[in-house]
């Protein structure tokens, strides 16, 4: 019923009169699958509701917003219990026990769907890829940002030469600076991080091999990645920094160290060794 619609779903009915006739289709989809729609990227949306990526985004600033990402905030706002916004699986009523035990199961149903869901051919690819890059440069923003320094400390650790920094125009500039032989890492859970695609396109102009690691596998990210390898790691836009995600992120950046480091064998033994001696008197 009207009544029960939040503000988003009303103003989408509101301007119907107003849209094009493939604007209209992205708005009859959303009115139709509004619960699915904070968890999809601006390509899902398209692909479903048989439009192009830039009719999505016209859409979404005829209603007056920035653009998609603005607009699944809003709608996550209408939408989503307050709980959610914490985390999905837990209620009110739940004692420290049951929030415990509910928060671990998620985490290992998240890691268990990530090895389930891994494609073999192109994790083979990916270490293929980092074996042999002359560098590695890691790209992330927010939550991600973080997990590419640690991906960027555990490929140092095995003497390849590796970097991440915080910073977006460092990282153009370090991205803009790659060659061929060097291999690009990008990290966005959502794979719509403007930011991290951005700088993927400006390593893949300078010939940069381009690896992506997403938990969705039909998003802006991966049309600029050479290999994708998908994690598990469902938010919504008000969760954010999902821990469960972060985890499978760095499973597979774990994956892919391992198995580079068995391919380098005592190489790899000898890196951590100078690496660790070099870091040893930080601690008492």
């Known amino acids: 019923m009207v009544q029960e619609m939040g503000k988003t ?6 301007h119907l009169n107003g849209l094009t006739k493939t604007e ?3 708005a009859q989809y959303i009115l139709e699958h509004a619960q699915d729609i904070i968890y999809e990227s601006v390509t899902e949306l398209a692909e479903k509701a048989d439009v192009g990526e830039t009719t999505v985004l016209r859409f979404c600033r005829k209603l007056k917003f920035q653009g998609f990402q603005d607009f699944k905030l809003s709608l996550a706002q209408d939408l989503v219990k307050p709980t959610d916004h914490i985390h999905k699986e837990i209620s009110e009523d739940d004692d420290a026990v049951t929030l415990s035990q509910k928060i671990i199961g ?8 990530t090895r389930e869901l891994i494609n073999g051919e192109q994790l083979s690819k ?6 042999s890059a002359s560098s590695i440069h890691f790209f992330g923003v927010g939550s991600s940002g973080l997990t590419a320094m640690q991906g960027a400390h555990s490929f140092a650790r095995i003497g390849k030469r590796s970097t991440a920094v915080a910073d977006t125009h460092f990282q153009a500039m370090g991205a803009s600076l ?17 930011d991290t695609i951005d700088n993927l396109n400006l390593a893949k102009k300078a010939g940069a091999r381009i690896i992506a690691i997403t938990s969705n ?10 290999i994708v390898l998908i994690m598990v790691g469902r938010e919504n836009p008000l969760q954010g920094s999902s821990l469960s995600a ?3 992120q760095l499973a597979v950046i774990d994956m892919l160290n391992v198995a580079v480091s068995l391919r380098m064998k005592d190489e790899a033994l000898r890196y951590r ?4 001696k070099a870091t040893s008197d930080k601690l008492y």
């Open 126 to 131: 990916a270490i293929e890829c980092l074996l």
């Open 273 to 276: 060794e100078i690496t660790a």
């Open 178 to 194: 790659m060659t061929s032989s060097d291999v690009a890492v990008g990290l966005s859970i959502s794979g719509s991080t403007k």
């Open 24 to 26: 209209q289709k992205v």
């Open 246 to 248: 972060k985890m499978s």
């Open 106 to 113: 998620t985490h290992i149903q998240t890691l268990d769907q």
């Open 9 to 14: 779903l009303l103003s989408i009915r509101s």
């Open 217 to 226: 596998a039909r998003s802006p990210i991966t049309k600029v990645a050479d």
